[in-house]
């Protein structure tokens, strides 16, 4: 397994990296970063850097997680929220491999969505998706007449959500294809595609994922399973590292919980805090 040794041996380096790190850092606001950004699963290099920034800026004893936080916070680029014209409705489809969060993050969208008054259109390319039990029901659909089919029968509508079968990222082609396929099947072409992936992967299994989906070019990433997620800061930092914006961030299996669009403040806490602050479990209520 040679694999495995490799990376246990890289993780021991990197974790004597940390320590060495740790022991020469003695100002106490510094310290107290550090070991917060290893506990929620930043790596060595980005830990680095931060107690590099916070030594320039001379941030000391509570400046110290203020300043780091601030830098954390805009680390990341964020997915402004669509502009809607009177003519065309934002769409959003929900691409990335089987069993992420795909269906229960377009559940949890709708379902706010509703709450506020507005008004979604649930669509799925999936060709099982009539064999799921449904609370927010999704219209088949099958190509680009079809859609507009629908949009006419349904009338006005404030966003189009549009749900995908799990996919392999192995077929690079069929990937490019879909793509280009969601976004053809979009009124004005303006459709936003979001790679889904669970923030409780592990690095390399996320950094494998942004690869293989890159053909898609996704449009932002939307991380789920932050209940679940002891280090999201693994998650957070790879978002970043692979140059996407972040869309959604989204926690538990009901579709009325957990769905944040991220600030700065959010992210940070991701970094610093291990959850959104507030919500450590799934408790929380849809707030956009
Ligand atoms: N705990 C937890 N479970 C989730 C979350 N998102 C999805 N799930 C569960 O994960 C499984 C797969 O989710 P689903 O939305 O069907 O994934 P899809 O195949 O990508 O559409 C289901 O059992 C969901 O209830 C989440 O954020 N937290
Ligand atoms: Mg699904």
Do not use: Y
Request: aromatic share 4%; hydrophobic share 40%; proline share 7%.
């Amino acid at each position: 397994m040679k694999t495995a040794t490799t990376s246990e041996a890289a993780e021991s380096e990197a974790l004597e990296a940390i320590a060495e790190r740790l022991c020469a850092t003695t100002e106490p606001g510094a310290r107290d970063v550090a070991r917060r950004l290893f506990a929620n699963g930043a790596s060595t290099e980005l830990i680095d850097v931060v107690l590099d920034l916070l030594q320039e800026e001379d941030a000391r004893g509570a400046f110290a997680i203020d300043a780091a936080a601030k830098v954390l916070g805009r680390s990341v680029r964020l997915m402004p929220p669509p502009r809607r014209t009177l003519a065309t409705a934002a769409m959003f489809a929900f691409v990335g491999p089987a069993g992420v969060g795909k269906t229960t993050v377009l559940r949890k969208l709708a379902h706010g969505m509703i709450e506020k008054d507005r008004r979604p259109l649930c669509l799925s390319i999936d060709p099982r998706a009539a064999d799921e039990p449904d609370p927010v029901a999704l219209i088949r659909i099958e190509d680009a007449e079809n859609l507009r089919q629908v949009l006419r029968r349904h009338g006005p509508t404030d966003a189009v959500l549009v749900d995908t079968p799990g996919l392999s990222p192995r077929r690079g082609r069929d990937l490019a294809g879909l793509g280009e396929e969601l976004r053809a099947l979009s009124p004005g072409g303006r459709a936003s595609l979001l790679l889904v992936l669970p923030s409780t992967d592990a690095r390399t299994e996320l950094r494998k994922n942004f690869q293989r989906f890159a053909p898609l070019k996704p449009d932002g990433v939307v991380l789920t399973h932050l209940d679940r997620c002891s280090v999201p800061a693994t998650a957070v930092e790879e978002v970043a590292r692979a140059r996407l914006p972040l869309a959604f961030l989204a926690a538990g299996e009901g579709p009325g919980e957990g769905l944040w669009r991220p600030t700065p403040d959010r992210v940070a806490d991701l970094f610093l805090r291990g959850h959104i602050a507030g919500n450590r479990a799934s408790s929380s209520r849809n707030r956009n």
